[in-house]
């Protein structure tokens, strides 16, 4: 079942296939029995991928938008980003019955045991881990929610007809508030404000693109809500830290050579005493996977082959088991030996 064995990535058959609305579709994946202990997930974590286009192997997050309290379903939608390949690709390209490379469940934008109301902000695609959190909090608490849903029209909001479906079932607990660009323009902090202030004590859940998130966090901030109220998830695009950076940076003193396997090939890069080897690859110009850069996705996480790698912390991104096989995670991990090799995992 593992596509390199004792590697990151399990193979899941694509079982069915959702067209949610003109630009983006939900996956289904099936879960073999086997590894059903391996893919057990909580409302709000995500999945990792393994695509190859054009050559390339591209790794990208996508949040299961099911709930594990309600669904026995895998689901992850993905939404088009325009010249985006990764979500294109899974919009174009991806049929029922193929295999996908998949990493097992990750992330930290989870509900706490808590029974003070939420409040959430989605944006666009933002909404695939906040329905499943509104799901499964429906079923295991007593809270109250508030969803506040931005989307440019009313043909792209996706999961419309859930929400309404759970706002029936659910009338005295959730509120789903719709905002459409194109009616009622973006959300600003003066309308943003009045929805933290009419529940202050409850919890934020926030995720949107950047100009989105940082509206309500304004909002948050202005209305004094204190940081462990406040959740928030980034939708970031791994590689742009490398396009955004394409001119070498200065290397600094104290640098080893490391010898790293990405995608076929290998190069030799320099790691400064106190720069991890992600990000050496990326100054050196290599596309290493990445997307959370705190530990706790395993998209950067690459076998040690020889030599010393310290990680400065792994917050579940690999397990004890895939650490005892010389997996690190490369956003964590410093150079402690002359001779280090690190190999980016091939899924396909
Ligand atoms: C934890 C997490 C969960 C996520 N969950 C979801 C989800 O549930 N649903 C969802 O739809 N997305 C989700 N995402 C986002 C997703 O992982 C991808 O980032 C997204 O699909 C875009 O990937 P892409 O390969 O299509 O775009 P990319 O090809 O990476 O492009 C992104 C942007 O960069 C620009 N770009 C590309 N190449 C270049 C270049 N050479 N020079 C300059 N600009 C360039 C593109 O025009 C585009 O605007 C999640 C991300 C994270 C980190």
Known sequence: MTVEPGGPYYDLEVERIVEETPDARSIVLRIPDEVHDRFGYRAGQFLTFAVVIDGHQLVRCYSLASSPDTEREHKVTIKRVEDGRASNWFNDHVVVGQQLPVMKPAGNFCLQPRETPMVLFAGGSGITPVISLIKSALVTTARKMKLVYANRDRESIIFRKEFEELVVAHPARLEVVHRLDQVDGFLDVSTARPVVAETREADFY????????????????????????????????????????????????GTSMVSVYLDGQVSEVSVGEQETILEACHRAGLDAPCACLEGYCGACMARVKSGTVEMRHNDGGIDASQEAEGWVLTCQGLVRSSDVRVEYPDAT
């Not at 909002?219 to 590689?239: D, K, N, T, Y």
């Open 206 to 253: 926030i995720c949107g693109p950047q100009a989105f998130m940082d509206v309500v966090e304004e909002a948050l901030a202005a209305e004094r809500v204190v940081g462990e109220q406040i959740f928030i998830e980034r939708f970031l695009s791994p590689e742009l830290e490398t396009l955004d950076h394409p001119e070498p940076r200065e290397v600094r003193e």
